[in-house]
C-alpha cells in the first residue's frame, strides 16, 4: 500500500506546474500520505539531502497563481545512465518513498518509464507549454503560453497597421505546431510556418509577394522556432515583396506567466487523479484529458510520438486569413 509519495517537475517548465504540485499536496494529505517534493527533478531525486522536502498543505499556499515551479525544473542527462538510475531508486527508497509523480514532457516521461521498470511506481503529468504530448488533448501550460502570444501578437498588429508593415514572428514548439496554430486562429494571421506546414522559403517569399500584392498593409507571419534566422528571413521577404518587414522573437516570455484558468483547473484535476491512481496501484502510465476526460495511457505508447490537435484546423486558418 502506497504511504509515501513523492512529486518532481523536470525538463522545460510550464505555468501550471505549480497548480499541480498543489494538487498532488492536497490530494495527498487528504488521503493521509506523506507527500515529499523533490527539488530539482531529477538531479535533486538522485542527490537527495535537502532536494528532499517534506510537504505539508501550508508549503503549497498560494502558489496556484504562480507561474514557474516551486520545486526548480533542472536537466541530468545523466539520468540516461542506469547506475544513475540506480542511485536514484537506492535514494527514494532510502527516504521511505513508494511513488512518485513526475510533471514534465517527453523526456522526463521516459526518466518515469526506466523507474518504473526499476519498481518504483510512477505516474506521469504532461507539462510543457508546446502540447507535444500524445496520450492528451492538452498539456499543462499550453493555454497560458498561447494567450501570452495572441497577446503579443494583437500589440505586434497595433504598430505594423501604423506603419503598414510585415510582422514576422517567431514562436515556440519546435516538434508540434499548435502554438503557432492556435495563436494564428485566434489573431487572425496570415501565414503560419511549422516544422510540418510551409517551411519552404521560397513558398514563404511568394505568399508574401501575393499578400503585398492583394493591397495587405500588415500581414502577420507566424514562425515556429528553429526552422530560420527570423530576423534574415525578415530581410529576405523585405527584399523580395518590397514590403518592409520587421520580426519579433518572443523567447521565453512565453514559458512565464500566471497560469489561465483552463491551465489551472487541468493541473487541478490531473494532480488529484494521479494521486489516486497511484493509491490503487496503477504506475508506467501517463495521465491525459481526450475530450475533457481523464484517460491514462502506458508510457511506452506516448514517449517519442507526436500529435497535434490543431492541425485539423490548417483549412479554417486558410479560409479566414
Ligand atoms: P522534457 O521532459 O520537457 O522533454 P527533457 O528532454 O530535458 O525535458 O528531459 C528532462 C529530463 O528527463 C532530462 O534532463 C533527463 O534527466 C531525463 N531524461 C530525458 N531523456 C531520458 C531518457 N531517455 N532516459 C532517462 N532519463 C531521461
Known amino acids: 500500500m502506497v504511504k509515501k509519495i513523492a512529486v518532481l517537475t523536470s525538463g522545460g517548465d ?9 494538487a498532488v499536496v492536497r490530494a495527498g ?3 493521509n500520505l506523506e507527500v515529499i517534493g523533490i527539488h530539482e527533478g531529477y538531479k535533486g531525486l538522485v542527490e537527495a539531502g535537502e532536494n528532499y522536502e517534506v510537504m505539508t498543505r501550508r508549503s503549497v499556499t498560494n502558489i496556484i497563481a504562480r507561474g ?6 533542472a536537466r541530468l542527462p545523466e539520468f540516461s545512465q542506469h547506475e544513475v538510475r540506480v542511485k536514484g531508486v537506492e535514494q527514494l527508497k532510502e527516504a521511505g518513498i513508494d511513488a512518485l509523480i513526475v510533471i514534465g514532457g517527453d523526456g522526463t516521461y521516459a526518466g518515469a518509464l526506466r523507474l518504473h521498470e526499476l519498481g518504483i511506481k510512477c505516474i506521469g503529468l504532461p507539462g510543457t507549454i508546446d502540447n507535444d504530448i500524445a496520450g492528451t488533448d492538452y498539456t499543462i501550460g499550453f493555454d497560458t503560453c498561447v494567450n501570452t502570444v495572441v497577446e503579443a501578437i494583437d500589440k505586434l498588429r497595433d504598430t505594423c497597421g501604423s506603419h503598414r508593415r510585415c510582422a514576422v514572428v517567431e514562436v515556440m514548439g519546435r516538434y508540434c505546431g499548435d502554438i503557432a496554430r492556435a495563436a494564428g486562429l485566434a489573431t487572425g494571421a496570415e501565414f503560419i510556418v511549422t516544422n510540418s506546414e510551409n517551411n519552404d522559403l ?10 503585398k500584392e492583394a493591397g495587405k498593409r500588415h500581414p502577420v507571419i507566424i514562425v515556429t522556432e528553429h526552422l ?3 530576423i534574415d528571413l525578415a530581410r529576405k521577404i523585405e527584399e523580395y515583396s518590397g514590403m518592409e518587414t520587421r520580426a519579433t522573437i518572443l523567447g521565453h516570455i512565453q514559458r512565464g506567466g ?4 483552463s491551465d489551472r483547473i487541468l493541473a487541478s484535476r490531473l ?5 489516486e491512481s497511484l493509491m490503487q496501484g496503477v504506475s508506467g502510465v501517463c495521465l491525459g484529458i481526450q475530450s475533457n476526460e481523464i484517460v491514462a495511457t502506458p508510457f511506452e505508447d506516448v514517449i517519442g510520438k507526436s500529435k497535434t490537435i490543431y492541425s ?5 486558418i486558410k479560409i479566414l486569413s
Open 228 to 230: 530560420f534566422d527570423v
Open 258 to 261: 500566471t497560469p489561465s484558468c
Open 312 to 316: 485539423e484546423f490548417d483549412e479554417l
Open 68 to 73: 514557474g515551479t516551486i520545486l526548480g525544473s
Open 271 to 275: 494532480g488529484l487523479a494521479a494521486v
Open 29 to 31: 494529505r487528504s488521503f
Open 202 to 211: 521560397q513558398t514563404i517569399l511568394d505568399q508574401t509577394k501575393h499578400f
Open 14 to 22: 510550464a505555468p501550471g506546474m505549480n497548480a499541480a504540485i498543489r
